[in-house]
């Protein structure tokens, strides 16, 4: 399990694995269990600041955490050697590694990244990723193994058909957000204009809740949800502080054009035009 979550990562940070490499005091997975245990376990500088750096001499715990991350040091100024010699091959797809030394060499941004800054993401990124992820795959077939109803049910919902269908191998997937978000069996009236249908019952459209998706969800979900939700409530929001608006010619409400025009946004089909007159707070209060 350590070895499948190090290539993963590896091959994510660095852009290849890792497997195997030797250091000066053992290999990657003894110096990431290495690393784990001194963290998670006594310092007395934790308890003690005034005098726990003594203490924790004295213990060698001060030596044992030097030799240790020296050991990671070692390892990620070898991967950032590697990255930047030139005769390396081109890369098809940039790793994490190639991302902030690009970032490095651009002196039009306002970042500033040295190769100091860019061993502690690294470190951050293995030590956060490798050891817990493995883990928690252990702990998971662990738990399996011990309750084979959990397995069998797991076993079943992978082999599972979606609504009764067999999906292929790179079929191409549509799903309908439009339907999901107008399904009567979970909201009543969905063609009616109720914004209070949403308070209090825990759905949000951030992609979380499937009954209503209309940003997607997942990786390919919108990625200008916050751009599109701040602009939208920021400009409502001032045109009616600022403003009452009405229907010109006296149009009531029931009389207002609402066909749609469909294209890749469903645009309204006959322009809307609005009075607006200044909104009086004094009648409000």
Request: proline share 4%.
């Amino acid at each position: 399990m350590f070895s499948l979550s190090n290539n993963v990562i590896g091959k994510i940070a660095f852009g290849t694995s890792h497997r195997g490499n030797q250091f000066e005091y053992g290999k990657l997975k003894d110096i990431i269990d290495d690393a784990m245990t001194l963290l998670s376990g006594f310092s007395a500088s934790d308890f003690f600041p005034s005098i726990g750096g003594l203490l924790d001499v004295v213990t060698g715990l001060q030596w044992k955490l030097g030799r240790c991350f020296k050991n990671l040091d070692t390892f990620f100024e070898k991967v950032l050697e590697e990255h930047l010699d030139p005769a390396r091959p081109k890369p098809q797809h940039e790793d994490i590694t190639d991302v902030m030394l690009g970032l490095a060499k651009d002196r039009t941004t306002v970042i500033r990244l040295e190769k100091e800054h860019m061993k502690a993401v690294l470190l951050d990124i293995f030590l956060g990723a490798v050891d817990t992820s493995s883990v928690t795959m252990i702990w998971a077939l662990a738990e399996l193994v011990k309750n084979p109803r959990a397995m069998k049910k797991a076993q079943a919902e992978i082999h599972c058909k979606i609504g009764g269908y067999e999906i292929d191998v790179k079929t191409r997937v549509l799903v309908n957000a439009w339907a999901i978000g107008r399904d009567p069996k979970m909201w009543k009236d969905p063609e009616a204009f109720i914004p209070e249908r949403f308070e209090g019952i825990g759905v949000d459209y951030k992609g979380q809740s499937f009954e209503f998706l209309p940003f997607g969800s997942g990786r390919r979900m919108c990625p200008g949800i916050n751009m599109g939700i701040m602009s939208v409530e920021f400009t409502v929001a001032n045109l009616l502080h600022c403003f009452d608006w009405k229907l010109p010619g006296g149009l009531k409400e029931e009389e207002l054009n609402m066909e749609e025009e469909f294209g890749l946004n469903i645009r309204k089909k006959v322009p809307l035009k609005l009075v607006a007159t200044k909104h009086n707070w004094e009648e409000n209060k």
